[in-house]
């Protein structure tokens, strides 16, 4: 790649201070370009231990006027998905307005009818936001609710942490969600893969209480499964055992739903006698549901085509990086193969820089609202506004 704007680098040396920092000084000298706009970090438990001297070091030895990171078991760096040690991505992004910001639960969690001035803090022309949330005393449903009221059709894109710590510059953070404020001429292209293949047809609950589902047109809910189980070719019955999840409509205001506007949630139970069906949401009378299956066919078909949309979109537009968190759940474990989502994206978009982490539930927009995603691959891209 020439005059490359971002570099991506993987660090697994153990706790070595002069060589990290000789380390950070070599990836920085990688960055054709007279100063870094941002870096992105994602460290194993193992070197968070020593959190706030790895800040010092990488700020120093990078020069990085602003940093923002978490914490990570597995990571994406560039083509590969790794584990261990750490991730650093340094971004020069021209014409770009940065801020980064600590939102504390308590800041998150605001009721429905107020706006928290906290979470409005933003350049004036914000094009997006990257989020990386810490789990502990985070509602996210909640939050999510909070976040679409205060930021009404802007981008965002991220995903939940395993544990504590997050990182912002030198602070080394124990809850709570660190947010970077993307504008001026640098916006945020989102591709959000939730991996799943729709099953029947799409349906309207007529009765749920809590996160159970009691009927779906007027049916018991258990019947309509087995209907839509009972239709599909034999073959595809059997690769759908253990791998059935439910879809929630994201919004009811469309007149067709196909893939991708659907929430994608698990199927917890069912009880055959009184037809019930227990998820992981909580639905309402009214919304439109469809059954989904997930498989690693459907999750490679589905981001190999959205990426390829993206491509198009994208067509003259500089793409400076980009950031990819994904579901712990995916990666070579589910595939059966390595690199699956890092390595379809660079042969759709590459060679890009890219950094990511693998996250306990993605965050992303479904229609012109964001949602908390399991089972995602979230991509934000940095683009030439």
């Not at 920085?28 to 941002?38: A, G, T, Y």
Request: charged content about 15%.
């Amino acid at each position: 790649m020439r005059d490359p704007h971002a570099v991506v680098g993987h660090w697994n040396g153990g706790w070595d201070e002069p060589a990290l920092a000789k380390w950070a000084a070599g990836l920085r000298s990688r960055l054709p370009h007279p100063f870094v706009s941002v870096g992105l970090l994602f460290a194993s438990p193992a070197l968070a231990a020593h959190a706030t001297d790895l800040l010092e070091i990488l700020r120093v030895h990078a020069h990085i006027p602003l940093l923002v990171g978490a914490t990570s078991r597995q990571f994406v760096c560039n083509a590969e998905e790794t584990e261990g040690g750490l991730v650093l991505g340094l971004f020069h992004l021209p014409g770009a307005r940065l801020d980064a910001h600590h939102f504390t639960p308590e800041q998150l969690h605001t009721p429905e009818d107020a706006t928290s001035p906290a979470i409005t803090r933003s350049p004036p022309d914000l094009k997006g936001w990257i989020v990386l949330a810490d789990p502990s005393d985070l509602d996210g449903d909640r939050w999510m609710r909070s976040w679409n009221q205060s930021q009404p059709g802007i981008t965002t894109i991220g995903g939940i942490t395993t544990k504590a710590p997050l990182f912002l510059n030198g602070s080394v953070l124990e809850s709570g969600v660190v947010a970077l404020a993307v504008g001026g001429q640098i916006r945020i292209e989102a591709v959000v893969s939730q991996g799943c293949t729709p099953i029947g047809q799409p349906w309207t609950i007529t009765r749920a209480e809590r996160n159970f589902i009691h009927t779906i047109a007027n049916k018991p809910a258990y019947q309509v499964l087995v209907e839509t189980f009972n239709s599909l070719p034999k073959e595809e019955q059997a690769g759908s055992q253990g791998h059935l999840f439910v879809g929630l409509a994201g919004t009811e205001y469309q007149d067709e739903f196909g893939r991708g506007d659907f929430l994608i949630r698990n199927l917890l139970g069912a009880d055959p006698r009184q037809g019930i069906l227990a998820v992981g949401a909580l639905p309402r009378a009214g919304q439109t549901i469809q059954f989904q299956r997930r498989d690693p066919a459907a999750a490679t078909e589905d981001l190999g085509r959205l990426l390829a949309r993206a491509r198009t979109r994208l067509t003259g537009h500089s793409i400076y990086g980009g950031i990819l968190c994904c579901c712990s759940g995916r990666g070579a474990r589910h595939f059966g193969r390595p690199n699956p989502d890092s390595g379809l994206i660079q042969e759709q978009l590459g060679p890009l820089p890219l950094i990511g982490f693998f996250a306990n539930g993605e965050i992303g927009p479904t229609g012109h609202q964001t949602f908390l995603h399991a089972y995602t691959a979230a991509l934000a891209l940095f683009v030439a506004a």
